[in-house]
C-alpha cells in the first residue's frame, strides 16, 4: 500500500524553527513532483512549496527567505526547513507527492495526513 508519512509537526514560538519530514513508500516505480501544502482552521489549503525531481523549487511569497524545502530521491522523502516561524504559519501540514505506483496508468497525486504546526506569539 503507498503512502505518505508525515513527521516533525509540533509547538514553536515566534521566530523559532520546525522541520518536516515526509517519506513516500509502497510500490512506487517513480516520483515526479513533491511538496508541502497546509490548511489554516477556516481557510483553504494552500500551498506552501515544490520540488522537482531534478530539484527546481517553487514557494509560495508568504515563505520566500524562511522556508527551505528539499528531497532525497534515493529515499522517496521530501523535507521542509522552517525558520523564522510566525503565528500566520499556524496550520496543518500536508506533504504531497505525484507517484507512478504499480497497476497505475501514470501520476497521481498522494497525500499525507497531515502534521499540526502551532507557532506561538
Known amino acids: 500500500q503507498v503512502q505518505l508519512v508525515e513527521s516533525g509537526g509540533g509547538l514553536v514560538q515566534a521566530g523559532g524553527s520546525l522541520r518536516l519530514s515526509c517519506a513516500a513508500s509502497?510500490?512506487?516505480?517513480?516520483?515526479?513532483?513533491m511538496g508541502w501544502y497546509r490548511q489554516a482552521p477556516g481557510k483553504q489549503r494552500e500551498l506552501v512549496a515544490t520540488?522537482?525531481?531534478?530539484?527546481?523549487?517553487n514557494y509560495a511569497d508568504s515563505v520566500k527567505g524562511r522556508f527551505t524545502i528539499s528531497r532525497d530521491n534515493a529515499k522517496n522523502t521530501v523535507n521542509l526547513q522552517m525558520n523564522s516561524l510566525k503565528p500566520e504559519d499556524t496550520a496543518v501540514y500536508y506533504c504531497?507527492?505525484?507517484?507512478?505506483?504499480?497497476?497505475?496508468?501514470?501520476?497521481?497525486?498522494?497525500w499525507g495526513q497531515g502534521t499540526q504546526v502551532t507557532v506561538s506569539v
Open positions: 504531497n507527492a505525484q507517484l507512478w505506483v504499480a497497476a497505475s496508468r501514470g501520476f497521481r497525486d498522494y
Open positions: 509502497g510500490s512506487i516505480f517513480s516520483i515526479n513532483a
Open positions: 520540488i522537482a525531481q531534478i530539484g527546481t523549487t
